[in-house]
């Protein structure tokens, strides 16, 4: 029981939440608009790498996050428009993509920073402390508090403006959304874009957040713990957060309890238990928005 | 086809633009799979284990399924092989193998079919997210089992199983890595090929495919259809990882031969769910995969570029209207050209 009051714990249950709480809420983005996203783990790596890419360029690790956010948001307008424009199958386009971020960050990776990984003087972003909050709140990276912000004010968004009504209204029906003379189209690229960057702000944490430095594929399957804390989080930004925390803890207790006898392997498996049970409603019901994944010809 | 030649030549065009010799790592690449006996005994033998789990995908597309979970059900088979493998002895060697076999195609079929058919079929749960969490939790329990502690973990330090008995294993056909294994893959192409085009349960399962509610119409049970075809999906990807675990690693480790469940949708995608096609796109995959490694040794050009390449082309498999909009979009502007020039004849 010691274990559970260590603040360390409950200090690198946060630090691990942050990786998937913005990945889960970009994937509701996406997917409140009507377009599957299984490619938060590509969109991830790319941030990842422009992060520190960016970062170790320009000497400045603020550049590096914009800049990083950028390329994620621009490999999500090239994913969007092939969903959107082209119609092609949005699980196979998300797997595309993260073959394809996969390969290229690897790629780019050895080609422009040689074999020996990315140069150890990156600047990375800084770390704060929250004074009168405890360890829990003492040196955790700036992004957590970034990522606690997002999580507000995309629910606000989502729920609370006419452009987040609007969003919703093209991934539940956008023929009616079309009648009401909305764009769907434009509105899908919006959600799809917004979510991807928010996906990339995740690999952003791990490479400059976290580290200073990029790993080939670094994010570790991050992209789909997120994407199971999405559908546990029932598609909404403060369930998908939420969801990422307990997630984050399965975690963080897995690392804590090694060498203790209990495996971290089967409390791995957490994640993907609870979403297949919330999907098949044994947990909680999840239900997709009604038009999630299928492509939509605007009327003439 | 068109897909892989215009990824093909974007690669080019990455390669080229830093500065490295396009021709000459392609010439590598094919010369490093096809090049030598030992090129070719490496790139057949990887093709096996993408074909098999490749005909179990393009089988779930045919009933309309996506079998994203390929990779857990790979490595549910491997488990299951190794387990019989150390576990049986005393068995004649062939029997042994085929007890291996039929297991591994079992608890793959029963991976992929029981929870994601039923939660599919009976909960509407869809089958890319269930199969996708059930290949981590395959992989996490893989790992729980060799472990250290674990119940599979064979003594020592490294994180492994112990060694399957060696009469159990697959003979060598052409070394280093061909084996009988190979058979296995051609067989069941054929056995696909003839289920799916020529027997009552193959027509069923591509009507519920084709249109769900038309089949439901003409009395074709859909939720039955949709566990048998995810079955049978998850059987052939288990029969993947049996069988290779049986031609090459021998047993139950974490190395560098992993992601065949993933590669072989991409199989399945290129080879438009036909058997024999998917007998070619794993051919060329594995090509890819093996040759790949070669560019990077001779040409410096690192191996990462073929998952680029892999990447371009699911992206352009899956964007075929890119095709038929880019065409019109020609004609569109050629019209236009024309009007404008007919109008200029007309004024004058």
Aim: contains cysteine; glycine residues 12%; hydrophobic residues 55%.
């Amino acid at each position: 029981m010691s274990v559970l009051t260590n603040p360390q714990l409950w200090a690198s249950t946060l630090a691990m939440t942050v990786p998937l709480a913005l990945p889960a809420i970009g994937g509701t983005f996406s997917e409140r608009a009507g377009v599957v996203n299984i490619a938060m783990e590509g969109i991830m790596l790319i941030g990842a790498f422009f992060g520190v890419a960016f970062s170790y360029w320009t000497g400045s690790p603020w550049l590096g996050l914009v800049l990083g956010v950028l390329m994620g948001g621009l490999l999500a307008a090239i994913f969007a428009w092939a969903a959107i424009r082209l119609a092609a199958d949005q699980v196979v386009l998300g797997m595309a993509v993260n073959i394809f971020a996969s390969g290229l960050t690897a790629f780019l990776l050895n080609t422009l920073f040689g074999y020996g990984g990315t140069p150890p003087e990156t600047p990375s972003l800084p770390f704060v402390s929250l004074p009168g909050l405890g360890p829990v709140f003492a040196h955790q990276s700036v992004l957590l508090y970034v990522m606690l912000a997002i999580v507000v004010i995309s629910h606000w968004f989502l729920f609370h403006t006419r452009l987040g009504l609007r969003i919703r209204a093209v991934g539940e029906n956008p023929l009616a959304a079309d009648t009401a003379g909305l764009n769907v189209w434009r509105l899908r690229y919006i959600g799809v874009i917004v979510g991807g960057m928010l996906s990339a702000l995740g690999g952003v944490y791990l490479s400059i957040g976290i580290l200073n430095s990029f790993d080939v594929d670094m994010t570790n399957g991050r992209g789909f713990i997120a994407l199971a804390a999405m559908i546990f989080g029932k598609w909404t930004p403060v369930g998908s957060f939420l969801a990422s925390l307990l997630f984050g803890f399965a975690t963080a207790l897995g690392v804590a309890l090694q060498g203790q006898g209990v495996s971290p392997d089967l409390l791995s498996m957490i994640p993907y238990v609870l979403t297949i049970l919330a999907l098949a409603g044994l947990v909680g019901r999840s239900t997709p928005p009604a038009a999630d994944g299928i492509p939509y010809t605007p009327i003439r | 086809m068109l897909a892989s030649v215009v990824a093909i030549l974007i690669g080019a065009v990455i390669a080229a633009v830093l500065g490295f010799n396009p021709l000459a790592a392609y010439g590598a690449l094919v010369t490093g799979a096809f090049g030598t006996s030992m090129a070719l005994s490496s790139t057949l033998a990887g093709a096996v284990p993408l074909a098999l789990a490749g005909l179990g995908v393009a089988v779930a597309f045919r009933a309309g399924l996506f079998n994203i979970g390929a990779e857990g059900q790979y490595w549910i088979g491997v488990i299951v092989a190794v387990w019989l493998g150390y576990h049986l002895t005393g068995l004649p060697g062939w029997l042994h193998t085929l007890v291996c076999v039929v297991g591994a195609t079992l608890a793959g079929g029963l991976w992929g079919g029981v929870i994601p058919g039923l939660a599919k079929a009976y909960r509407g749960a869809h089958e890319v997210i269930t199969t996708m969490m059930m290949s981590y939790i395959a992989i996490y329990f893989g790992q729980y089992l060799i472990a250290a502690g674990g119940p599979m973990h064979a003594p020592g330090y490294n994180a492994q199983s112990p060694q399957i008995v060696k009469d159990a294993w697959l003979t060598v056909l052409l070394p280093p890595q061909l084996t009988t294994a190979v058979f296995f893959a051609i067989g069941a192409a054929l056995v696909v090929w003839w289920g799916t085009f020529h027997t009552t349960v193959g027509f069923r399962l591509r009507a519920v495919g084709a249109n769900p509610h038309a089949a439901r119409y003409a009395g074709i049970s859909v939720p039955v259809y949709t566990v048998l075809a995810l079955g049978l999906s998850g059987m052939l990807a288990g029969l993947a990882g049996g069988v290779q675990v049986l031609a090459l690693d021998h047993r139950l480790m974490w190395g560098f031969n992993t992601g065949y469940g993933y590669t072989a949708i991409v199989v399945a995608l290129m080879a438009r769910n036909h058997p024999f096609g998917v007998l070619l796109a794993a051919l060329f995959f594995s090509a890819l995969s093996t040759g790949g490694q070669n560019m990077q040794m001779v040409s410096q050009l690192p191996s990462s570029l073929t998952d680029v390449l892999t990447g371009l082309i699911v992206f352009f498999v899956a964007a075929e209207r890119i095709v038929p909009l880019t065409i019109a979009w020609y004609r569109r502007r050629r019209g236009a050209r024309a009007q404008v020039a007919s109008a200029r004849e007309g004024g004058r």
